[in-house]
């Protein structure tokens, strides 16, 4: 609980200083005032402006953090990351597709929605490959298939484009970016968001009864095949409405459960709210260094994501080597 | 030493005859200006973007002229006795053409009003229609001095990519020429990208966008955020072909900008 109460207290902290940041220069009381009064340029800025993005980072880095966390305690296998097993790329394809066929623009969560779609096709796909146990190479090795695919794909359909600036967003839908977003990517994605956090609710003691193994796990009364379909949904969902927004951020639901297993005593039902929070620091603080590192450039989150996650997943793969 | 001689010439040969006689264009720019100082026949083709009518204000003429798509080879079997040439134009080409014995002449960009009276005479000469030249030249003059006196607004453009013009653009030129005060100048902004917070707090009067593409791209989404709507600003689109080359149309452009 004291942990819940110090990760709620890092967000909410870093969640200001999103909203103090940006390449206009306001000062701090002129911020506030922007934020509560709402008039004149800077309450534009504050408003329309920072405010969506700073919520927009919290939400899908809790969304990303939660996903990992859950499929890691699912497959049990620190590997299985949204990013890294080719869901995100996934979501980023059905997005894409969405986008370049006007589907996107029928009805108002039509873009969040087909990320899902694809995003559930590939958790299946990875879930099947995988097996029961979760074997970490056909997970990666699926994983990379995956990606691989889903990234050309994506490629192929934006160079069709007959718009000539859509060729060049291939960057951003691989490597994520909160440039520029604004409340109605906030309102199309939250509520599918929403949505699959809410099928995350009360997985914890299933997913603590799965390290037992799955006999165990269902010995005790676990129901294993409602259990998958909740997180196979529920990753979906959260992972499809991240992705279709911001693009594909990895990394993000690899790092934050390995920074905060140890302190839940690695228990995986209590490690599913700590990365929800920790997840949501993560990309606010992301996001926050991307634009004081490069103002004015639109630096991408994978790119500072992959700085901190490869290191990392190198770091796991090496103990599980050794670990053997 | 040979190259030279040959080019020298060519040159000569050039200007004792009426002028060169297959001209082929390879820059959207070069093409229009090229279509409106040739005589009739004297152009045999034009680059591809020339008949595009998003890019190019005489779509129409391209399409009847003919249009190339800048490749040496392709360009070579047209047989021109003389290629006009962008400075953006594809080093190798241009080399290429240059070894392979066709004279190859690069109109330099236009950034103000001066660079297109200078490339409408440079067009004259490598043509050899000087006369003509002086007929548009002396046309345009006349266009510009019946331009309106505009309101000074605080005014510039915004695209996809939150691109907003620089101070030594062509658009800023046009800008500044209907009387409007540039943001650019203000903030000492020279061009790319401005953070549309940063576009905000500026607090334009009007905020010039451009041509739109059919299907979404999300460089061009920038331009439906709700704060730049919510901008106290006046909206006003120029299509980009107005002002993408240094043409004398550009006085139409000009007008329009008045306010």
């Known amino acids: 609980m004291r942990l819940l109460a110090a990760l709620g207290a890092l967000c909410a902290g870093l969640f200001v200083a999103a909203l103090m940041i940006g390449p206009a220069q306001i000062g701090i009381a002129e911020s506030f005032r922007g934020l509560l009064a709402g008039d004149g340029a800077a309450g534009l800025v504050m408003r329309e402006i920072r405010l969506p993005r700073a919520v927009l980072a919290a939400l899908i880095g809790g969304c990303l953090g939660l996903s990992g966390a859950a499929m890691q305690g699912y497959l049990r296998n620190p590997l299985a990351e949204p990013g890294l097993i080719g869901v995100s790329a ?3 394809l059905g997005a894409v597709i969405a986008i370049q066929t006007g589907f996107a623009a029928a009805f108002a969560l039509a873009l969040p929605l087909s990320a899902l779609a694809a995003a559930l096709l590939a958790v299946l796909l990875i879930l099947f490959m995988a097996g029961p146990g979760g074997g970490s190479l056909a997970l990666i090795l699926a994983g990379v298939a995956v990606s691989a695919f889903a990234g050309a794909l994506t490629s192929l359909v934006l160079n069709l484009s007959p718009n000539p600036f859509a060729a060049s967003e291939f960057v951003f839908w691989m490597m994520g970016s909160l440039a ?6 906030v309102v199309i994605a939250a509520p599918v968001m929403a949505v699959g956090a809410a099928m995350m609710w009360g997985i914890g003691r299933g997913l603590d009864a799965l390290t ?18 909740r997180i196979v949904l529920g990753v979906a969902a959260m992972v499809g409405a991240a992705t279709s927004v911001a693009g594909a951020i990895g990394f993000v639901g690899l790092v934050v459960p390995h920074l905060l297993r140890g302190r839940v005593g690695g228990r995986p039902g209590a490690l599913l709210p700590a990365a929800a929070l920790g997840g949501a620091a993560m990309v606010l603080a992301a996001d926050i260094a991307v634009r004081l590192v490069l103002p004015g450039r639109d630096l991408k989150l ?10 990392v997943f190198l770091h796991l793969i090496w103990q599980q080597r050794r670990g053997g | 030493m040979v190259r030279l001689i040959a080019a020298l010439a060519l040159c000569l040969a050039g200007a004792a005859s009426a002028g060169p006689s297959r001209v082929v264009s390879i820059n959207l720019c070069t093409d229009q200006l090229a279509m409106l100082v040739a005589g009739p026949g004297q152009l045999v083709s034009v680059s591809w973007l020339a008949a595009d009518p998003a890019l190019s204000l005489m779509a129409e003429e391209a399409g009847q002229i003919g249009v190339n798509h800048g490749g040496a080879e392709e360009i070579y079997l047209m047989r021109p006795d003389l290629v006009l040439a962008g400075p953006y134009a594809a080093h190798a080409t241009v080399e290429m053409l240059t070894r392979l014995g066709v004279q190859v002449r690069t109109i330099p960009a236009a950034n103000t009003i001066a660079d297109i009276r200078r490339n409408i005479t440079l067009m004259g000469d490598a043509l050899g229609r000087e006369a003509r030249a002086e007929e548009i030249l002396s046309a345009f003059d006349a266009d510009l001095a019946a331009l309106p006196e505009g309101r000074p607004l605080l005014a510039t453009t915004y695209a996809a990519n939150g691109l907003a013009n620089g101070r030594d653009t062509l658009s800023a030129e046009a800008m500044r020429r209907a009387g409007l005060f540039l943001l650019a100048d203000r903030i000492g902004h020279s061009g790319g990208k401005m953070a549309l917070e940063e576009l905000v707090m500026a607090g334009p009067e009007l905020v010039v966008t451009g041509s739109r593409y059919a299907t979404p791209s999300r460089a061009e989404a920038v331009l439906d955020h709700p704060a730049l709507s919510a901008l106290q600003a006046e909206r006003l689109s120029v299509a980009d072909r107005g002002w993408i080359c240094g043409l004398p149309a550009l006085t139409g452009t000009i007008r329009s900008l008045v306010r």
Do not use: F, N, Y
Request: hydrophobic share 55%; aromatic share 2%.
């Open chain 1, 302 to 311: 994978g790119v500072v994501m992959a700085l901190i996650g490869a290191p």
């Open chain 1, 180 to 185: 520029d977003r604004s409340w109605l990517h």
């Open chain 1, 212 to 229: 037992l193994g799955e006999d165990a796990a269902a010995s005790i009364g676990i129901g294993l095949p409602g259990l998958r379909l």
């Open chain 1, 90 to 92: 996934a979501a980023a």
